[in-house]
């Protein structure tokens, strides 16, 4: 089946920082989603982002397709952004949203 | 618009029980998706339903395990018989077409004792 990978697994930033989070998958896919599950298990989306560029406040995404990756960037962090961020895709000759799920980045935005 | 309601937020069962989950999707969304996540791991795909009709449940255990939206009322997920490793995180989710955005509900958190 097809591989998500999510980088890094782990990353702690002080308040005000940038970061970029990175997915790599391994077969086309015609659905890309990112996803933040805050510490109370609550999961939100992000970004629905099969191809090309979004932005939503702080938070950007790009995905390039033909290249099988996609990037979330987070901008000036604030410690509500602390959680797990997922990634998630489902194949190109999927109908319907068997999402898989990549192993995630684990966020702390501390004070 | 209210989002995805799941209930109950928690739930504990002794082993051999049944535990019987719910899930409303947003108003307008006839798609209905059901995820599983395990202690530190991410979410996996168990079924996906439309109004009275299961279209895919590759991911559900074969026993034990089945799904339900029926035409008037909250889709169902319901585990018979209930074991240790069946403890987990159980999302509902839905979408107002097929490829859109998935939105989670809050989850039910099974517990096993």
């Known amino acids: 089946g097809i591989q998500v990978e999510q980088s890094p697994p782990d990353l702690i930033l002080q308040e005000g920082a940038n970061s970029t989070l990175r997915c790599n998958f391994s077969?086309?896919?015609?659905?890309l989603q990112w996803f933040h599950q805050n510490p109370w298990g609550q999961l939100i989306n992000l970004f629905y982002i099969p191809s090309g560029t979004k932005q939503n406040g702080r938070l950007s995404a790009t995905t390039v397709a033909t290249e099988r990756y996609s990037l979330l960037y987070i901008s000036s962090s604030q410690t509500t952004d602390s959680g797990v961020y997922f990634c998630a895709v489902s194949l190109m000759n999927t109908g319907f949203q068997k999402l898989v799920f990549g192993t995630g980045t684990r966020l702390l935005v501390s004070p | 618009n209210a989002g995805v309601m799941q209930n109950p937020r928690h739930l504990v069962r002794r082993r051999g029980q049944e535990a019987r989950l719910r899930c409303s999707p947003m108003?307008?969304?006839?798609?209905v998706y059901w995820y599983r996540q395990l202690p530190e791991e991410g979410l996996k795909f168990m079924v996906y339903?439309?109004?009275?009709?299961?279209?895919?449940e590759s991911g559900m255990p074969k026993e034990r395990f089945s799904a339900e939206f029926p035409k008037e009322g909250p889709s169902i997920l319901r585990i018979q018989q209930v074991v240790r490793g069946d403890s987990a995180a159980y999302f509902c989710?839905?979408?107002?077409?097929?490829?859109?955005?998935?939105?989670f509900g809050s989850g039910t958190q099974l517990s096993v004792l």
């Open positions: 077969d086309s896919v015609n659905n």
């Open positions: 989710a839905s979408s107002l077409d097929l490829n859109e955005k998935l939105f």
């Open positions: 339903l439309q109004k009275e009709n299961i279209i895919d």
């Open positions: 108003k307008g969304h006839s798609h």
